[in-house]
């Protein structure tokens, strides 16, 4: 039987999690965004409320509450601020998640578990300089050197790359091997022979810290091998088309919020001596939005309830991330157009939010990387 409502454990997760939003991360969004600093007191709250873990079984700290809780939380987080919802993913999206996915029992237990608990917080690293789209194509290298391996080089647009306990570092062991010659490294940031570069100044979700990263003859014990010698790139596909699912939910709440302000806006802006939202064309945007919301909306949980029942998704993910980051982006355009000349002034959350939107096409893979990867799939798979 098809059953799409919410159960009442995750309409309860659902109600705390807009409750924070409401009371502790929204209000300071706007702040957050100026200073382009996050307060390390909401991911603390955050992580006593088990929002770090949300996503994890409870036999590794975390809530137990799945693909679909973890959507729900990130969906309502990102309704109060985009670049708190980005350091939660950057944790718990990738970082962990990848820990999660591919770690053995010991390293869920000593790593997973504390982070999951909140008590550390993750971060992934692949991008390099010169490899973005083309992942594979890293030069950050691992030497092997007895009982360990030896990291050198540097990664670029580190998600919490300078704020995470805990990265996990994909290197080539083997040139010789291409794409099977990466392997995934478990790295703790207090090694020496690791260094994080500045937070990046951007364009938006300026609060979440983005950074270099450098690696000197770093050691890393051999058991910190995440998965096998030269399976890292499956590692990190395998990661990412999860994460992609969340990242979609990050936008899905996003955009609702938009919908949610422009409906308020066009409800009191009198213009021609009613209010806007009397006009049709106002009427057609919202009507846009909301079409292309719910659109967004069922796919994101169609397809978590596909990785909570062990599918494979990699097509779907994809999908979810392309729909709902370009959703996000027109659902902005539109929200700013409605809301005038107010929404282009920095008074109006409007504005942050337009900014926050655009990296979504960008990061996690491209737009044109998720057409490659659907595009692959429907031509060896069909439809
Ligand atoms: N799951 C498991 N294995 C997978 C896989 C998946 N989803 N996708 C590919 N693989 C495997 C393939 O099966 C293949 O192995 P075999 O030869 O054994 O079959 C191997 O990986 C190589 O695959 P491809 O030939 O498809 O590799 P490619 O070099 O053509 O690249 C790509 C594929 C999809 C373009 C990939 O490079 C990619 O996803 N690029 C985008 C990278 C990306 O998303 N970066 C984001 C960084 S994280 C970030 O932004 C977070 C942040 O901090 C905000």
Not at 257 to 265: A, F, I, N, Q, Y
């Amino acid at each position: 039987m098809l059953d799409f409502t919410f159960t009442e454990e995750q309409k309860m997760l659902r109600d705390v999690a807009r409750k924070f939003t409401d009371n502790e991360v929204r209000p300071f969004a706007a702040m957050i965004d100026e200073k382009e600093e996050l307060p390390f007191e909401i991911i603390t709250k955050a992580a006593e409320l088990g929002f770090l873990g949300v996503v994890f079984p409870e036999q590794y700290g975390g809530g137990g509450f799945g693909e679909i809780g973890y959507c729900i939380l990130l969906e309502e987080i990102a309704r109060g601020c985009n670049s708190t919802a980005v350091t939660i993913g950057g944790h718990e999206s990738l970082g962990a998640m990848a820990i999660y996915l591919c770690g053995n029992e010991e390293q869920k237990q000593k790593y997973l578990r504390p982070l999951a608990e909140g008590k550390l917080l993750a971060a992934f690293a692949l991008t390099e300089p010169n490899a973005g789209s083309d992942a594979a194509s890293m030069k950050t290298f691992a030497t092997e050197n007895g009982k360990s391996f030896l990291l050198n080089g540097n990664k670029t647009f580190i998600t919490n790359g300078n704020i995470a306990d805990v990265l996990v570092v994909f290197a080539v062991t083997d040139a010789s091997k291409g794409v099977k010659g990466i392997t995934a490294f478990i790295v703790e940031k207090k090694w020496n022979g690791f260094r994080a570069g500045k937070p990046e100044k951007k364009m938006g979700i300026r609060g979440s810290h983005t950074t270099d990263l450098f690696f000197e003859n770093l050691e890393v014990p051999k058991e910190n091998i995440l998965g096998e010698i030269g399976n890292g790139f499956k590692v990190a596909m395998e990661t990412l088309d999860v994460a992609r699912v969340s990242l979609a939910a990050q936008c899905l709440g996003s955009s609702k919020e938009m919908l949610e302000l422009s409906v308020k806006h066009a409800n009191e802006r009198k213009q021609f001596g009613k209010p806007i939202a009397e006009q049709q064309a106002i009427q057609f945007m919202l009507a846009e939005m909301a079409s292309e919301i719910y659109q967004a909306e069922s796919i994101i949980y169609r397809t978590a309830w596909m990785i909570d029942n062990n599918i494979t998704c990699s097509r779907e993910s994809a999908i979810c991330k392309l729909v709902a980051t370009e959703t996000v982006c027109k659902i902005a355009d539109r929200a700013m157009q409605i809301h005038g000349g107010m929404g282009y002034m920095r008074e109006y959350p409007i504005e942050r939010l337009y900014r926050d939107a655009r990296v979504n096409r960008i990061f996690e893979g491209t737009n044109e990387i998720q057409h490659i990867v659907i595009a692959r799939d429907v031509l060896k798979n069909g439809i």
